[in-house]
C-alpha cells in the first residue's frame, strides 16, 4: 500500500517569542488537526426549511423607532384621504399613552385612520390593568374590514404574543406571534417596525415546553441566518445549545424529526445520542445524520446512511470522498472529489479549519485535500498545482524542491502568468500565510527554482527566475569566478576574485542556493533551525524516494551554503602565493565553519598553522585554534565587494601590531 507523503512542519500557532507565525500543513496536519465540520447555523435554516417551519421569503427589519413609526403609518393613510389635519391630535395622543398616561381620550378621526386610535386604546388598556391579555380595543380592531386594518394588524398580534408571554401562556403567544407573521405575509402595507422579523426569537424565548421551544429555537436561528440578522441568530442560537444539552440530559419522549437533527448538530462526540436516533427507525436519513455518525467514529452506519442520501447531495458526497480516502480507496477518492469541487467549495454547509490556524476557505480546504491524495498516488505535478490552488505554499514547497524533476519543475514555473510581468512584480513577500495568494506563490516557486538550478549547477538558466536584486548578486558572483579562471590574471589576483566570490556565497549564500525548507529554511529566512520538518521523515511513495534522495543538497546540512564558502576560501588559499594573503583566506574559511562544524574546519587551522614566519598564523598555532580578527580584518571578512591582494596581505600582516 502506497505510504502518505508525511511533511512535519510546524502547526500555526500564535506568535511566540520564540518564532514566527507559521500556516498549517496538509500533508502533515490533515488528519490530526484538520476538522471539516457542519456550519451549524446553515444547517439550522436548512432543517427549518425542509420542515417548513419559516418563510422562505425573509421580513423587513423595523428601522424605525415606535414613534416614527406610528407618524409615518398615520400619514400615509391619511395622506390617501387627502389631508393631514389629524396628524397633530393623533401625535399628542400616541405620546400620552407611550408616556402611561391612560385616562387621556382618543381624539376624533375618520373611519379609515380608527385602527391607529383603536391600537393605542387597547395599549392604554393593558398598562392600565395589568391582567389584560386581550384587550377590548384590540378585538374591535381585528373586527375592522381588512382595509382599514392594514396598518396595525401586526402590531396588534404581535403585542397579544408578547403579553402572552408575559403571563405564563406559550402556546397562545405563539399562535399569536404566527398570526403576526400570516398578517405580515397576507396584508400588503408597510412594515416599519420589522415586528414579524422579531417575532421569531420572541416565539422561541417565551417557550416552555423543551421538545417546542428546541423547535422554536430552530425556527429563529435559522430564519436569522436566512436573513442576515446575525446579532439576533448568534443569541437565539447561544439559548439553544443550552436548550439542546439540557434535552439530550433529560431526553424528549416524543420529539419531531426536525427537533431530532437540530439535536444531532450539537451532540458530536456524544455517542450515547447515537441510539437515541437508532430509536427512531421511521426518521428521515439525512446527510447531516450521516455526518453525525462519521464524526461520532462510526464510518460502517454513516456509509449505511449515505446509501439513502440523494446522489447529487453536497455534504453526502463530501461524507463519500473522505471514507474513500480512509478505506485507501484513492482512485475513488479523487473522482469524487473532483467531481463535486464546484459545488463544495462554494458551499456554507462546511466549516474547514486547523487546529492552530482557524478557518480555511472552503476553495483552500478541497484544493489542499485533493492535493494529498494526488501525492499519495505519486502525482506530484498534479499535487503541486493543487496546493497552489489551495494556497497552501509550505505543502507546494516541498513537492516542488524535492519530488519533481527539475525540468518539469521549470516548464511548471514558466506557465506562470506572473513570470510574464517585467519590472519589479518579481518581489517575493515575507512571510507565507496559510492561504498564501496565487501570485505570491508563483512568485515564491519561481525563485526556489533558482536556487535550485544553482545547487545544480546551472546558474545561468537560474538567473531569469530570481527577483531583481539578486540576480545582480548572483551575476556579481559568476563574474568573480570566470575573473579567478582568468589566466590574464596574477595569481594573486585569482585568488582575491575567488575569494570574492566566497564571501558572496557567505553572506548571501541563502539567497543565492538555500534551500526553502531542509536544511537550510530559506522560508524562515533562516532564522529558525526547524519549522518541524525532518527529511527522515518526508515518506513518499517507495517509486519516489530517490528522487528525494537526489534533490537533496551537497552537503546536505543545515547552511550548506557556507561550507561551499569555506572550500571556495580554502581554494583561494591555495591559489595565492603570498602568505599573508593565504592566511586571511584560511582565516576565514575556518572561521565560517568553525562553531558549526568544527572537525571541518580544523583542516584549514592546521593549514594555517603551518604557515612559518606568519603572525596570524603562529597567534593561531599558539591558541591552538582560530583567534579573533582585527578590526581590519573583520570588515574584509564581512565585505561582499571585491578586494584587492595587496589589501588583503596588509591585513593579515598586520595582526601582529593588533
Known sequence: MIKRLYLLLMAAVPVFACGPYFPSSYLSDYNDRFEADLNPAVELELIALEYHLID???????????????????????????????????????KSVR???????????????????????????????????????????????????????????????????????????????????????EIPARHSLGLAHASYKRDYLCQTNLAMRIERGLAATGYYHRTGD????????????????????????????????????????????????????????????????????????????????????????????????????????????????????????????????????PASALHGSLGTLYADRGQMLDALESFVAAGAYPDAALIAERYVETDDLQRYVDAFQSRTSKGPANRVDDWPQTETPRNSIELRLSYLLARRLFREGRPQEALPYY??????????????????????????????????????????????????????????????????????SAVAPENMRPLYDKTAPIP??????????????????????????????????????????????????????????QSLAKTADAIRWFPEGSDAMQQIHHSEQYIRPRKLSDAAKAYAAY
Not at 391612560?102 to 391607529?116: D, K, R
Not at 375592522?144 to 398580534?157: A, F, G, K, M
Not at 575556518?590 to 594555517?608: E, F, M, N, S
Open 56 to 94: 422562505e421569503a425573509p421580513f423587513p427589519d423595523g428601522t424605525y423607532t415606535t414613534l416614527q413609526a406610528e407618524k409615518l403609518d398615520f400619514t400615509k393613510k391619511a395622506e390617501q384621504l387627502g389631508g393631514q389635519e389629524w396628524l397633530t391630535d393623533y401625535m399628542a395622543y400616541a
Open 467 to 536: 527577483p531583481t536584486e539578486i540576480g545582480y548578486i548572483l551575476q556579481t558572483y559568476l563574474h568573480a569566478l570566470k575573473e579567478s579562471r582568468s589566466f590574464w590574471n596574477s595569481w594573486n589576483t585569482r585568488a582575491a576574485h575567488l575569494y570574492h566570490a566566497a564571501r558572496i556565497m557567505r553572506w548571501k549564500g541563502m539567497e543565492l542556493c538555500g534551500t526553502e525548507l531542509y536544511p537550510d529554511y530559506t522560508i524562515v529566512e533562516g532564522f529558525f533551525p526547524s519549522i518541524g520538518i525532518e527529511h527522515e
Open 99 to 185: 408616556a402611561a398616561e391612560t385616562n387621556v381620550p382618543a381624539p376624533a378621526v375618520p373611519n379609515h385612520l380608527q385602527e391607529f386610535t383603536l391600537y393605542l386604546e387597547g395599549t392604554a388598556e393593558f398598562r392600565a390593568d395589568e391582567k389584560v391579555t386581550f384587550p377590548q380595543a384590540w378585538r374591535e380592531l381585528l373586527a375592522l374590514d381588512v382595509s382599514n386594518r392594514l396598518y396595525r394588524t401586526e402590531w396588534v398580534y404581535y403585542m397579544r404574543g408578547n403579553l402572552a408571554g408575559a403571563h405564563g401562556m406559550p402556546e397562545q403567544a405563539g399562535k399569536s406571534y404566527a398570526a403576526c407573521r400570516t398578517a405580515a405575509r
Open 230 to 361: 446575525f446579532a439576533r441568530r448568534d443569541h437565539c442560537m447561544n439559548h439553544l445549545r443550552l436548550d439542546v444539552t439540557q434535552a439530550s440530559q433529560e431526553g424528549l419522549s416524543t420529539p419531531s424529526a426536525a427537533v431530532l437533527e437540530t439535536m444531532a448538530l450539537f451532540n458530536i462526540g456524544k455517542t450515547d445520542f447515537i441510539r437515541t436516533l437508532e430509536q427512531h427507525p421511521d426518521l428521515k436519513i439525512t446527510p447531516r445524520l450521516a455526518w453525525f455518525m462519521y464524526k461520532n467514529g462510526e464510518p460502517r452506519k454513516a456509509a449505511a446512511y449515505l446509501e439513502h442520501c440523494p446522489a447529487d447531495d453536497i455534504l453526502a458526497n463530501w461524507l463519500r470522498y473522505r471514507l474513500a480516502q480512509r478505506s485507501g480507496r484513492t482512485d475513488e477518492a479523487i473522482e469524487k472529489l473532483r467531481q463535486w469541487l464546484n459545488g463544495l467549495q462554494h458551499s456554507r454547509r462546511i466549516i474547514y479549519r486547523f487546529d492552530y490556524t482557524g478557518t480555511v476557505s
Open 556 to 613: 546536505n546540512q543545515r547552511f550548506h551554503y557556507r561550507q561551499i564558502a569555506a572550500e571556495q576560501a580554502g581554494d583561494a588559499a591555495v591559489l595565492a602565493w603570498n602568505r599573508h594573503q593565504k592566511a586571511m583566506m584560511l582565516w576565514s574559511a575556518g572561521t565560517w565553519i568553525k562553531d558549526r562544524h568544527p572537525d571541518a574546519a580544523d583542516v584549514y587551522y592546521k593549514k594555517l598553522a603551518r604557515l612559518h614566519f
